[in-house]
């Protein structure tokens, strides 16, 4: 078959992300109230602020903001998450990142499907957060045993998917009507299910260990938990939740507002508490699915990272001063301007020409200082899962389980995958460097 007849794997994502869309916002009627708040709040602010309208067309942003979602998902097998990173290799999206959720008391080892380069991303910016259960964290060895078997009776993907995905790995892609049954028969998966497939008591057992291990092990699926659009303000979105009927967190998790934005700051609210069927017939409820939004912000370099990463900690020390307050001192440390974010390495940017030819003779701060050359931010697009279950968790103070449980593997997760993950760090450094060299201009000449 010739490879032109195949739909190309950015046209599938866009397609399988929006019939997930339209599902969520059945399954759960807040989703589709946030997506109108969220898409009035950014209308909004970019009417507010010229400029920031102005550098959002120039890359594509305001064109993809409508559609921007990510999911998440939670897998029970190695052997799911393998098919996982195959049904998602169709759609172009492929593993980022390793994030080990144990050192925030949760029993899961993760990464996230995304496309890799600007053009894929601008095109349709569709993740889905996988993680994985480490049973090995369940301490009860009975208990263990049971969500083993449990797990390794299910098989998460309908024979559909499965015969297409043979089809796409012997043909290299997938034709129009192929692609269309592939992404009707892959939603499945993902699909909500009432009916749970333990018994009352074995939920309760399982939720004892970890509500999230109750809720990996007990379905027929991996039903998606939350699909998250994107905001330009996270806090006016925050602030106008209550008044269409969704109580969010109290606290935006994350980075402190600021006139550069920084990685990704986050909110979430409960959405649904639903009802379930036991497999002895009982009746219960199952509360596993939320509302979040998110604002995404500049992509740190490793050592904007490590400040980061000090500066939180720093704000985490308990004291009489409120949170908000001391995350907002700590982070003046953090220079709020782009110019010094990219002249102290702290930050990665876009090189972009602004005329006809490069300038001969000049050094690029010169170029950027005549105005030749612009420095545009580069979106993180990954996520930080960590730092805001870790203050979910302190918050509570529940949990003394993070300190109990073993470093997690990345090896063994990668091994279960059945590919290395991609290091983000490199892939935006790859960008910067790819923009710098369209302009002849190569990183050594960035200020030092
Ligand atoms: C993990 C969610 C991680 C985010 O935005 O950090 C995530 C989960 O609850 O399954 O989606
Ligand atoms: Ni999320």
Redesign the pocket.
Known sequence: MPPCSHVSPDEIRAHFASAMSAMYRQEVPSYGTLLDLVKEVNQQTLNAHPALKARLSSDNTCARLDVER?G???LGTPQELETCRRVFTVMGMFPVGYYD?SVAGIP?H?TAFRPLDEVALSRSPFRI?T?LLRPELIADEELRQTALDVLQKRDIFIPETKNLLELHDRNGGLTSAEADRFVSTTLETFRWHREASVSANTYHQLHAAHR?VADIVCFKGPHI??L?PRTLDIDAVQKQMPERGMQAKARIEGPPERLVPLLLR?TSFTALKEEIIFANGEAGTHTARFG?I?QRGIALTPKGRALYDTLLEQARQESTTPYEQRLVEAFRAFPDDEQELRRQKLAFFRYVLTTQTVPAGRSLEGLIAEGAIVAIPITYED???VS?AGIFQSNLGEHKTAATMQAASRLAFEKALGAPVHDEMALYEAMQAASLEQLGLTETELCN
């Open positions: 990510h998440a998902i939670r959720l899961v993760s957060f993680s999230l938990n939350h998250t986050q979040e998110e996520f930080l899962p805001a």
